[in-house]
Structure formats: structure tokens, C-alpha cells
T-cell receptor
Framework: EDKVVQSPLSLVVHEGDTVTLNCSYE??????LLWYKQEKKAPTFLFMLTSSGIEKKSGRLSSILDKKELFSILNITATQTGDSAVYLCAFIGHTNAGNMLTFGGGTRLMVKP | DSGVTQTPKHLITATGQRVTLRCSPRSGDLSVYWYQQSLDQGLQFLIQ???????AKGNILERFSAQQFPDLHSELNLSSLELGDSALYFC?????????????FGQGTRLTVV
């Protein structure tokens, strides 16, 4: 069965710290990996990664995928209180039932002033 | 605002009842996905429709069904409701059914079964 495991489960840091969130996966027919940020309600899209070794960057956030070792990391530098959220990693894999998006359990990040 | 609209925002109903959740995708998006998020299960994929046809099926119970209409809005029907069905139900949409297309989420419908 395909699965996604995120670590740590939760993290408390202070403003200005750098954090690294981990996502490992086991999937039969991998298509792409996505990162989402979920604050109070709807997850908001951060990154989609399909190629190994290519870093995607958006401001203080960056992510990279290692398709050989089956993991991805999300880095946040110079954290701010507004970064406090649950970060979700998900992959799209192809199954007999179609292309399915499977989410990990998330990492809850709290950034203290 | 993602452009995906879900109604209602909140729903409280009794066990055994049936409810319908509605989703309007972003303008131009052909794919609609339904997810269930409960505290102990995380975000679970239920079902995907593309241009009116079922495209992928996840962990959707037989008591649940969905459809996508010609105007591309979608409805998720939940019947014979149980306490364990209490959760946040999200709809997401994307432009295509390609796995390399990002999906945008609505704000969710919080269902409470009492």
C-alpha cells in the first residue's frame, strides 16, 4: 500500500530559526510530490516536484526531491510567526483506480516570537 | 481565495441522515477532487471527477457517492451517517486530470454528526 510519512510530527521554533521538514514515501508508480501549507482551513499549494535533485524555491521556502532515496524536504529559513501552520506532503501516484493524491499526516510547525 | 467554493460551511445532522455537500470548482477547471479530513485520519482522498466522469477512487465508503454535473460543479452525498463521519470535507479543483497539475482547495465543509 502506498504511504507517505512526515517527520517530525510537530516542531516549535523561534522567529529567525531555520527548519527542515521531512517527507518520505513509498509509492508504486510515482508521478509527483506536492507540499501544502494548512493554517486554519484549506490547504494552500506551495510546491510541486517531479524531477529529482532540482530545488524549487519561493522566497524563504525551498524544497527538493530525491527520487532514489524516496524523500523530500521542505526548508524554511528566517522563520516568522506567520509560518505557523501544518505542512502537508502528498504524492500523486498512478494506480488501477487512477491517479491518486495521498497525503502524509503533516508536520505542525509553531513559530514563537 | 482559491476560487473553489464549497457550501455549506458547517452542517450539523443526526446519525442515520443523509446530506449533500456542494463544490464549485475554479473557473475553467475540469477536475474535482473530494477529501475527508478527520483528526485521527489526516487528509484522505475520496474520489476524483474529470469533466463529468469518475476518474479515480480512493477510500470512499459505499454509503458515500459523488457526481459532477455538466456545469462542472460537484456534489458529495453522504448517507446513513455515523458519528465517525464527522470531519472536514474538502473539495479541490485543477485544470486537467494530469498528475502534474496543482490542485486548489476550497475552504471545506465541517460536518458534525450527533
Amino acid at each position: 500500500e502506498d504511504k507517505v510519512v512526515q517527520s517530525p510530527l510537530s516542531l516549535v521554533v523561534h522567529e529567525g530559526d531555520t527548519v527542515t521538514l521531512n517527507c518520505s514515501y513509498e509509492v508504486t508508480n510515482f508521478r509527483s510530490l506536492l507540499w501544502y501549507k494548512q493554517e486554519k482551513k484549506a490547504p494552500t499549494f506551495l510546491f510541486m516536484l517531479t524531477s529529482s535533485g532540482i530545488e524549487k524555491k519561493s522566497g524563504r521556502l525551498s524544497s527538493i526531491l530525491d527520487k532514489k532515496e524516496l524523500f523530500s524536504i521542505l526548508n524554511i529559513t528566517a522563520t516568522q510567526t506567520g509560518d505557523s501552520a501544518v505542512y502537508l506532503c502528498a504524492f500523486i501516484g498512478h494506480t488501477n483506480a487512477g491517479n491518486m493524491l495521498t497525503f502524509g499526516g503533516g508536520t505542525r510547525l509553531m513559530v514563537k516570537p | 481565495d482559491s476560487g473553489v467554493t464549497q457550501t455549506p460551511k458547517h452542517l450539523i445532522t443526526a446519525t442515520g441522515q443523509r446530506v449533500t455537500l456542494r463544490c464549485s470548482p475554479r473557473s475553467g477547471d475540469l477536475s474535482v477532487y473530494w477529501y475527508q479530513q478527520s483528526l485521527d485520519q489526516g487528509l484522505q482522498f475520496l474520489i476524483q471527477y474529470y469533466n463529468g466522469e469518475e476518474r479515480a477512487k480512493g477510500n470512499i465508503l459505499e454509503r458515500f457517492s459523488a457526481q459532477q454535473f455538466p456545469d462542472l460543479h460537484s456534489e458529495l452525498n453522504l448517507s446513513s451517517l455515523e458519528l465517525g463521519d464527522s470531519a472536514l470535507y474538502f473539495c479541490a479543483s485543477s485544470a486537467t486530470d494530469s498528475p502534474n497539475t496543482e490542485a486548489f482547495f476550497g475552504q471545506g465543509t465541517r460536518l458534525t454528526v450527533v
